[in-house]
């Protein structure tokens, strides 16, 4: 009897593992997650104090469990693996070890490296949040989001990524907010893996990403003007890419919502303005020249690729698919970590904002894929900048092997991925 006891409870314990990592793994499910993972009403609970050097009943602003709001996210996306987009420790203080983070986003622990050189600063390598638990301070030298005003002082996850998030797609692939008064479906799965809605239950929007009319309560004005963008991850995307790409399938309008805080940039008129082209609406569809160079470009001095294989990570694009059920189904074929679609653009695809950076951080200056230099490699070693060790190289290139064949002894920049001059 007490061995079925001990069964039991072994078994108990081991459902509730399940369930734990289960939820730990969907846990904002695209919509508002557990209010008392996030927030303290009290700051005491066991008669003890939830912040960590803080005072019992006294808390700090909006209940949070951290000092702030990024270092609330960050609690849980700290680590190697999985969601985590800060890497744990911090390596700034370890010479030649890098991030070991590998999103899509980059990893927020890169604004915590300085390379000695002039263009290879930590505040330069991110969007610089504002997390005081994790060392993580405002741009040291702007003020305010280039081509807006959105304050680098108030810059932080949830500048971007809405913790309370009202928008979702209903089953019109309509993109609606619950307002007083109205009945919206609510919010079931998240909008991030190519889940659909039902009849009678929603999905969130891209990654929590902020609505129009969002803007954190902390900060008041300005109001975003553009929906999340269109887009699936694969399930899986915290990988090394030394030798298959992590595809996130882009559909729409990832451009047009960054816009939200960097207007100017992308006004759209932007052959007047003299600036690159980089949303749907200021004439950057690549048409048939661009995606023809695209897919035939393998590396410096080598044009014998083929659409079918000419995908790279390091320069994503943009498909040009709207909200609909069967552009899902599409983007959701074409996304994976290693097994997604290799294929290249046809000329119906757009360059956005992410063809050239990423969106936390990277290990160069302004977020960007690559290092804008010259050369990324020569004599099949990668260029390095400052006090940057290839071992650092390496991990913001996502582990590739600068002698692997990806690229050629000489390798210039990757903008040569669409304009082939080099």
Same mark, same amino acid.
């Given at each position: 009897?007490?061995?079925?006891?001990?069964?039991?409870?072994?078994?108990?314990?081991?459902?509730?593992?399940?369930?734990?990592?289960?939820?730990?793994?969907?846990f904002?499910?695209?919509?508002?997650?557990?209010?008392?993972?996030?927030?303290?009403?009290?700051?005491?609970?066991?008669?003890?104090?939830?912040?960590?050097?803080g005072?019992?009943?006294?808390?700090?602003?909006?209940?949070?469990?951290n000092?702030?709001?990024?270092?609330?996210?960050?609690?849980?996306?700290?680590?190697?693996?999985?969601?985590?987009?800060?890497?744990?420790?911090?390596?700034?203080?370890?010479?030649?070890?890098?991030?070991?983070?590998?999103?899509?986003?980059?990893?927020?622990a890169?604004?915590?490296?300085?390379?000695? @050189?002039?263009?290879?600063?930590?505040?330069?390598?991110?969007?610089?949040?504002?997390?005081?638990?994790?060392?993580?301070?405002?741009?040291?030298?702007?003020?305010?989001?280039?081509?807006?005003?959105?304050?680098?002082?108030?810059?932080?996850?949830?500048?971007?990524?809405?913790?309370?998030?009202?928008?979702?797609?209903?089953?019109?692939?309509?993109?609606?907010?619950?307002?007083?008064?109205?009945?919206?479906?609510?919010?079931?799965?998240?909008?991030?893996?190519?889940?659909?809605?039902?009849?009678t239950?929603?999905?969130?929007?891209?990654?929590?990403l902020?609505?129009?009319?969002?803007?954190?309560?902390?900060?008041?004005?300005?109001?975003?003007?553009?929906?999340?963008?269109?887009?699936?991850?694969?399930?899986?995307?915290?990988?090394?890419?030394?030798?298959?790409?992590?595809?996130?399938?882009?559909?729409?309008?990832?451009?047009?919502?960054?816009?939200?805080?960097?207007?100017?940039?992308?006004?759209?008129?932007?052959?007047?303005?003299?600036?690159?082209?980089?949303?749907?609406?200021?004439?950057?569809?690549?048409g048939?020249?661009?995606?023809?160079?695209?897919?035939?470009?393998?590396?410096?001095?080598?044009?014998?690729?083929?659409?079918?294989?000419?995908?790279?990570?390091?320069?994503?694009?943009?498909?040009?698919?709207?909200? @609909?059920?069967?552009?899902?189904?599409?983007?959701?074929?074409?996304?994976?970590?290693?097994?997604?679609?290799?294929?290249?653009?046809?000329?119906?695809?757009?360059?956005?904002?992410?063809?050239?950076?990423?969106?936390?951080?990277?290990?160069?200056?302004?977020?960007?894929?690559?290092?804008?230099?010259?050369?990324?490699?020569?004599?099949?070693?990668?260029?390095?900048t400052?006090?940057?060790? @290839?071992?650092?190289?390496?991990?913001?290139?996502?582990?590739?092997?600068?002698?692997?064949?990806?690229?050629?002894?000489?390798?210039?920049?990757?903008?040569?991925?669409?304009?082939?001059?080099?």
């Amino acid at each position: 009897m007490k061995g079925l006891k001990l069964s039991l409870v072994i078994m108990a314990a081991a459902l509730l593992t399940i369930g734990l990592g289960g939820m730990a793994y969907a846990f904002h499910d695209g919509g508002v997650a557990n209010c008392e993972s996030c927030h303290t009403m009290h700051n005491s609970i066991g008669d003890a104090t939830v912040l960590k050097g803080g005072t019992q009943f006294q808390g700090v602003a909006y209940l949070l469990k951290n000092s702030d709001q990024s270092s609330t996210c960050i609690n849980c996306h700290q680590g190697t693996g999985g969601k985590d987009v800060f890497t744990t420790g911090a390596p700034s203080s370890i010479s030649g070890v890098g991030p070991t983070n590998y999103t899509p986003g980059g990893d927020f622990a890169w604004l915590t490296k300085s390379f000695s @050189s002039s263009d290879s600063t930590g505040s330069r390598f991110g969007h610089n949040v504002v997390a005081k638990d994790f060392l993580l301070v405002k741009d040291a030298t702007l003020t305010k989001a280039p081509g807006g005003t959105y304050l680098a002082s108030n810059l932080t996850c949830i500048s971007c990524h809405d913790p309370h998030p009202k928008a979702r797609i209903d089953n019109t692939y309509t993109i609606v907010y619950p307002k007083i008064g109205s009945s919206v479906p609510p919010i079931y799965k998240s909008g991030s893996y190519g889940d659909k809605p039902t009849g009678t239950e929603a999905v969130g929007v891209y990654r929590l990403l902020g609505g129009n009319g969002y803007v954190p309560k902390s900060v008041g004005t300005p109001l975003f003007g553009s929906d999340p963008p269109v887009a699936v991850a694969p399930s899986t995307y915290n990988r090394m890419e030394t030798s298959t790409d992590t595809r996130v399938a882009y559909g729409s309008g990832m451009s047009e919502w960054c816009a939200n805080c960097h207007g100017s940039i992308h006004a759209n008129s932007a052959s007047a303005n003299f600036i690159h082209p980089a949303s749907s609406n200021s004439g950057a569809q690549l048409g048939t020249t661009i995606a023809a160079n695209y897919n035939a470009y393998k590396k410096s001095g080598d044009l014998t690729g083929v659409q079918a294989t000419s995908y790279t990570s390091l320069v994503p694009f943009e498909e040009g698919l709207g909200l @609909s059920s069967a552009n899902i189904d599409t983007l959701k074929g074409h996304a994976g970590a290693g097994t997604g679609s290799t294929a290249g653009p046809s000329g119906t695809e757009n360059v956005m904002c992410l063809t050239c950076h990423r969106a936390h951080a990277s290990g160069f200056t302004n977020i960007t894929r690559w290092r804008m230099a010259e050369f990324i490699t020569q004599a099949s070693a990668y260029s390095l900048t400052g006090t940057m060790t @290839s071992v650092e190289y390496r991990a913001a290139m996502y582990d590739r092997d600068p002698a692997g064949g990806a690229f050629a002894t000489y390798q210039r920049s990757l903008c040569n991925k669409c304009h082939v001059k080099d």
